[in-house]
């Protein structure tokens, strides 16, 4: 269902953001992420001059290369438009995030390397995204090797991260039974207030 009719109203700013995950001829996993922020007006920049409408005030790239442990091997920004003229100076530090893995405790861990005066705050925006979509992008990889591993008795690491994956819920009494905390489902025949 989509959302409900907005009242009238006219376009400002618009940010596209794209990320795609890709599997490597050399068994690694690139994460890719591109935002570009437009205005639907012209408006002078002190650093560029003017900005015509449609034109990017920020447009930049960051790529995640990743091991199938979910660590980053190799960590690569570019900012090809920023409203400074010294913003594409922040985009290298963003190698500094080769060597973190990606999960509990990642944005931290990113902040500590690239937060600050040290990175770009719209780069660093970036990698929450870049962070979830290495996780769909290994999803099947490292769910077949976890099926070869036996790993029944290790919960998944999705567990109570969201609403569907809450350890109480029908998603997990479904999929993982073994790690579900919610109430017994009642027998079968039996309704609520019956012994």
Known sequence: MPLSKPTGRALLHERDITIRGYRRTDGRFDIEAHLIDTKSYSFPNDDRGEIPAG??????????????????????????????????????????LAGLSIGRGFLKAASERVGGVAGCTHLRELLQQLGTTALQTLYAVRARREEVEGSATRPPRMLDSCYAYATDGPVVRRRWPAFYTGPDPLPAGTSAGEE
Request: charged share 25%; proline share 10%; hydrophobic share 40%.
């Open 55 to 96: 034109e990017p005030l920020h447009e930049m790239w960051v790529r995640l290369t990743v091991d199938d442990n979910l660590t980053i091997e190799a960590s690569e920004a570019v900012t090809e438009h920023g409203p400074y003229a010294i913003c594409p100076d922040a985009a290298p530090n963003f190698a500094r």
